[in-house]
Structures are given as structure tokens and as C-alpha cells.
């Protein structure tokens, strides 16, 4: 049974490799909150830029050279400078903007007429909407006996539409200038647009908008240089991430001052993985020592260390096999569970050294069974809190927890066999 259980945990092993930890601090938030639902939409939207690092280069001239390196990058989707808001190709372009400045400029420059009388708009509008039902009969609507190739629908839409004139026409005055206004406004910021489009020139960074150079050029004439992501959808959150890891990764290697959301993140991430790993090994060496002190014997100190271990390699194990993330906030709940875990095994160990048997169905079983009771109702009460991070915790407790259980309760008494002599038990 012994070796049994070890071969399973050991066939389990592989799981490791699919341990995944969530590096994305947001992932704790509500997801149907307002703001997550609306920072999610905006993810697929490289305009937003909820992905980008940025570089500051020491010039202009050295972010031209810096953004031409990132961009043959194939983990990069674009780069952005302040030359980038200059054209290329423009004396080609202004070329052919040329003829059609002269054609339509004269239009566009003449002033404008002075306002039209309510009684021209009424009548105007009349012989608008007179003019589309004849075009809608023409074209062979439902009047004509039908038409072919959708002219039905056209001539159906123009009838509505010269329906809808009639009833302005009728309407009063008031109704007729908010509809000019509603109408009119649009078209005359368009056109004016188009003018301005039509007037243009050679553009430099020197005549760009200074409210604009002033974003992307400091004062002592550092230069910033803006990295986007080549990214997945933002549906698929693993592959989201590995792309992300690869665009760090390749971010930094050309440039290792760079800085973003991103790179935060991932450091925060390493540094909090990092201090967890130290603190796992310092209490993984504390239980030792006061083991030996307590126990005074190596092999003693090996029949509990070993379940402790075993059910937290178990524990991982079933983390990728039930999809649980490691992530900012649960991943305090496993150095907490060597404390606990090591609780009920000890009592195993010493009422084994002291020739106890059949340790299944004695009361050291109750009595270990409902205090990991009442200490999983503590912890496993966190599972259900709104909170993700918290709700995140209380279930990799609730699965450290029943892990610690079974292997003190099954995997114990079978690791420590029939109990020593007594002349072997009394010998430090």
C-alpha cells in the first residue's frame, strides 16, 4: 500500500509542469463589476493600449533607432514615437491631394447662403417627399406590382422617408429647425474637416501640435517610446499570458529599462513567488529542527516530514487537475498549511513511539478528524466571500486542508508500520 500510494503521487508528478500562477492582479476583482467588464472590452482594442511598456530614449534620433529594433520583433505589434504622427511618402501624397484641393476648395471657401424662410423649407420638403414616391413607383414597388433585385425594399424606404418629409412639412416650425439643426450641423463640420484636410501641407516634427510633442518629448529632449503587444483574444487567458511572457521577454532583451504594466506585474510576481519560496524553506527547516528537538530521533523526524511533503505535492498536483491558479492571494495559504499539517501528524508519530495500534479507529482519530473540522469550517468559510482573491484562498485552503487530512489519517499509520520495541523506543 505504501509503495502504491508513492507510485501514484509520483505518477502525478508531471501535473507539476501545468502549475500555473496568475500574474494579472485584476484577475481578484469582480469580473461583472463596471469597471472590469468595461477594462476586458477595451483589451482587444490596441488603441487602448492596457498592454503597452514603454522606453525612454535619450533623443529622437535614438527612439527612431530603438523603435526600428522593436519593431522586427515578432512578440511586437507596433511602435510608437513622436516621428511616428509624421507621414511617410508625403510629397507623393500631396501630389494627389493637389487636384483635388483645386477642384473642390472653390466649393468649399464660398460663403454661405443666407437662411431659408419657413415657407421655402415647407415647400421644399413637399417636393422632396413628391419626387421620392415617384421615384419609388418608377422603380417598381408594390404599387407597380412588384420589383426585382431589391428595388422593392428601395422603393418601400423611399416611400417611408417621403412619408416622414410630408409629416415634418405639417409639422411647425420649431419641429422644422431642430431637424435642420440635426441634419445641417454634421454635414457643415464634415465639409469644414474636408477643407482643412484639402489645405494641407508638408508636416514635420517640429509643426506638430505642441500639446502632442509635449507627451512624447521630455524637456531635456528624452524621447518616449511606446511598445504594443502582438496578442490573442482576450477570451483566451492563457495564451494571452504566454504572449505576454514572451513579449517581456523579448521587450527587455533589447531594451532592459523598459517599464509598463506588464513588466510590473510579472516582477511583483517573481519577487512575491520568490519570498514564498524562502519562506516555505525556512519553515520546512524550523519544523525540522523543533522535530529533532522534540523527537530526538532522524527517523522520527523522516516518518513526519514525509506525509507533510507528500500532501503538499498532492495538493498541487489536484490544483492543475481542478484548474485552481496560484495567484497573489492564495498562494499565502501554503507555507500556512505546513504549520497545520505538521499538527496532526505529530500526534501519529508519538503515539506510534509509544506502542499505540490500530490508530484508524482510535479516538486520536476523532479527535484529529473534528479539529480539522473546525478548521476547515474557518478556512473554508473564506470560499464563499464575493471577493475573487479571497474566494481564490479559501479554496486552495479547503483542498490543502483535505490533502493534509488524508495523508495524516491513511498515509501515516501505513509509512510508520508496526510500532518499534520498547527497548528500541526508549533509545534516544
Known amino acids: 500500500m505504501l509503495w502504491t500510494t508513492c507510485l501514484i503521487i509520483l505518477a ?17 476583482k469582480d469580473p461583472a463589476s463596471e469597471s472590469m467588464a ?33 519593431s522586427a520583433l515578432p512578440e511586437v505589434a507596433r511602435v510608437t514615437t513622436l516621428a511616428s504622427f509624421v507621414p511617410a511618402d508625403q510629397p507623393a501624397k500631396l501630389r494627389l491631394i493637389e487636384p483635388a484641393a483645386t477642384a473642390l476648395l472653390p466649393a468649399l471657401s464660398q460663403p454661405g447662403a443666407g437662411p431659408a424662410s419657413d415657407a421655402q423649407r415647407v415647400r421644399s420638403l413637399r417636393q422632396a417627399a413628391t419626387q421620392l ?16 433585385d431589391g428595388t422593392a425594399d ?11 418629409l410630408r409629416a415634418l412639412a405639417a409639422a411647425d416650425a420649431a419641429a422644422r429647425d431642430r431637424a435642420e439643426r440635426a441634419l445641417s450641423l454634421p454635414l457643415r463640420i464634415a465639409l469644414a474637416k474636408l477643407a482643412d484636410a484639402l489645405r494641407t501641407g508638408p508636416v514635420t516634427t517640429a509643426s506638430l501640435p505642441p500639446a502632442l510633442s509635449r507627451d512624447w518629448i521630455a524637456a531635456d529632449g528624452r524621447a518616449l517610446v511606446n511598445i504594443s503587444p502582438r496578442l490573442p483574444p482576450a477570451d483566451d487567458d ?16 533589447v531594451a532592459p529599462d523598459a517599464t509598463g504594466g506588464p513588466i510590473a506585474v510579472r516582477g511583483s510576481a517573481h519577487t512575491i513567488l520568490s519570498a514564498f519560496a524562502q ?45 485552481i491558479a496560484l495567484n497573489f492571494a492564495n498562494v499565502i495559504a501554503l507555507p500556512l498549511l505546513l504549520g497545520i499539517g505538521v499538527a496532526f501528524k505529530i500526534y501519529y508519530v ?22 480539522a473540522a473546525t478548521t476547515a469550517t ?46 528500541d523506543a526508549a533509545m534516544p
Open 154 to 164: 428601395g422603393a418601400a424606404a423611399a416611400r417611408r422617408l417621403a412619408q416622414a
Open 12 to 28: 502525478g508528478s508531471p501535473l507539476l509542469l501545468h502549475l500555473r500562477f496568475d500574474f494579472d492582479p485584476l484577475n481578484l
Open 378 to 423: 474557518a478556512f473554508g468559510s473564506l470560499w464563499l466571500s464575493h471577493h475573487a482573491g479571497t474566494a481564490s484562498m479559501g479554496k486552495l485552503l479547503a483542498l490543502s486542508l483535505a490533502c493534509t487530512l488524508a495523508g495524516a489519517v491513511f498515509f501515516q499509520p501505513i509509512l510508520m508500520g508496526k510500532p518499534r520495541d520498547r527497548d
Open 350 to 371: 508519538i503515539a506510534w513511539r509509544e506502542g499505540k495500534t490500530g490508530l484508524l479507529q482510535s479516538s486520536l482519530t476523532h479527535a484529529v478528524l473534528f479539529s
Open 238 to 253: 492563457r495564451a494571452r499570458e504566454a504572449a505576454l511572457d514572451r513579449f517581456v521577454a523579448a521587450v527587455q532583451r
Open 279 to 323: 519562506a516555505g524553506a525556512w519553515a520546512v527547516l524550523s519544523i525540522t529542527v523543533l522535530l529533532w528537538l522534540t523527537l530526538r530521533r532522524f527517523g522520527d523526524v523522516l516518518r513526519t516530514l514525509v506525509p507533510l511533503l507528500v500532501s503538499a505535492v498532492l495538493t498541487l498536483e489536484l490544483c492543475v487537475v481542478f484548474g
Open 38 to 70: 468595461t477594462l476586458r472590452a477595451l483589451k482587444d482594442a490596441p488603441e487602448a493600449g492596457t498592454e503597452d511598456v514603454s522606453v525612454l530614449a535619450p533623443s529622437l534620433d535614438a527612439a527612431r533607432a530603438l523603435a526600428d529594433r522593436l
Open 133 to 148: 414616391e415617384l421615384a419609388a413607383d418608377t422603380a417598381g414597388g408594390p404599387r407597380a406590382g412588384g420589383g426585382v
